[in-house]
Nanobody
Framework: VQLQASGGGLVQPGGSLRLSCSAS????????MGWFRQAPGKEREFVAS???????YYSDSVKGRFTCSRDNAKNTVYLQLNSLKPEDTAVYYC???????????????????WGQGTLVTVSS
């Protein structure tokens, strides 16, 4: 299984980015997907998750600003980042798991597969 995240970059506060995570080596439609981020000196934290059935979940810090979606035909999950703030600066990782449960989908240890991360820097 390989997950390839892309789309990061430097953006001004208030700006937008769209991250993509392309998956291979798995039957994508059968996997729940997640996004996490890790800022310098901080632990990895949950950002968003989209399950096989399309249901989405977000951390309180990004709810209303970020949108997670998936395209099963392209084996790709997306994270649209709007109204970006300096505190959103981090390396963003995508992750996959065969079957998440609601009580654990916000925890990194619940996911079996991880991508390499893409850096998002929000600065003026």
């Amino acid at each position: 299984v390989q997950l390839q995240a892309s789309g990061g970059g430097l953006v001004q506060p208030g700006g937008s980015l769209r991250l993509s995570c392309s998956a291979s080596g798995l039957t994508f439609s059968r996997y729940d997907m997640g996004w996490f981020r890790q800022a310098p000196g901080k632990e990895r934290e949950f950002v968003a998750s989209i399950r096989k059935n399309g249901h989405t979940y977000y951390s309180d810090s990004v709810k209303g600003r970020f949108t997670c979606s998936r395209d099963n035909a392209k084996n790709t999950v997306y994270l649209q980042l709007n109204s970006l703030k300096p505190e959103d600066t981090a390396v963003y990782y995508c992750a996959a798991d065969r079957s998440l449960i609601l009580t654990t989908l916000r925890y990194a240890h619940a996911y079996d597969y991880w991508g390499q991360g893409t850096l998002v820097t929000v600065s003026s």
